[in-house]
């Protein structure tokens, strides 16, 4: 089957760093998706990686290894308003997501 | 802005009741997709188009069916709602042609099946 696994949730401080993991077993990979959602609203896209390696978009990255069937997402410099879901998604075969659960990200003053 | 939008945003009906829920964009992308969003679950797939009156299943499409007559429109229908089916209802668009591209979505539809 396909399977998609992140944390369910973690906590980290204003001004800090934290990462964010997500395995993944699916059928074919054709990309990895990384989508903000704050409570109560619909997903925003936040990254795509397709090749290994890391891809930076501001205080967001997000880092890909195919041979391992792995990612994270990387928030750098945490403010309150990143408090909110992070979900991970790959797209199989069939160009359809697969979508993890989800991890809720809480932050702390 | 990919220009998405859902109606009703909120619904609550009863058991065995038929419900519709409409998703409608402005810019002409050619695949839609309609998912619902349950606690300590991923996003699920019910259905998608990829074209109009081109439609196909997803994963959980058991009690859903779908239409597209027009392009900027793609209607869910819950033919008779049950319990289970209360969930937030999310409609997507892939932003290239070929159904491999980043998916935008709607602000959703909370429905409660009472």
């Known amino acids: 089957g396909q399977n998609i696994d992140q944390p369910t949730e973690m906590t980290a401080t204003e001004g800090a760093i934290v990462q964010i993991n997500c395995t993944y077993q699916?059928?074919?990979?054709?990309?990895l998706f990384w989508y903000q959602q704050h409570a109560g609203e619909a997903p925003t896209f936040l990254s795509y990686?397709?090749l290994d390696g890391l891809e930076e978009k501001g205080r967001f990255s997000s880092f890909l290894s195919r041979s391992k069937g792995y990612s994270y997402l990387l928030l750098k410099e945490l403010q309150m308003k990143d408090s909110a879901s992070y979900l991970c998604?790959?797209?199989?075969?069939?160009?359809?997501?697969?979508w993890g659960a989800g991890t809720k990200l809480i932050i702390k003053p | 802005d990919a220009g998405i939008t859902q109606s009703p945003r909120h619904k609550v009906t009863e058991t065995g009741t038929p419900v519709t829920l409409r998703c409608h964009q402005t810019?002409?992308?050619?695949?839609m997709y309609w998912y619902r969003q349950d606690p300590g679950h991923g996003l699920r797939l019910i259905h998608y188009s990829y074209g109009v009156k081109d439609t196909d299943k997803g994963e959980v499409s058991d009690g859903y069916s779908v239409s597209r007559s027009k392009t900027e429109d793609f209607l869910l229908t819950l033919e008779s709602a049950t319990s289970s089916q209360t969930s937030v209802y999310f409609c997507?668009?892939?932003?290239?042609?070929?159904?491999?591209?980043?998916?935008?979505f709607g602000p959703g539809t909370r429905l409660t099946v009472l």
């Open positions: 990686n397709v």
């Open positions: 997507a668009i892939s932003e290239g042609g070929t159904g491999a591209d980043t998916q935008y």
């Open positions: 998604a790959v797209m199989d075969s069939n160009y359809q997501l697969i």
């Open positions: 699916t059928s074919g990979f054709n990309g």
């Open positions: 810019e002409n992308h050619r695949y």
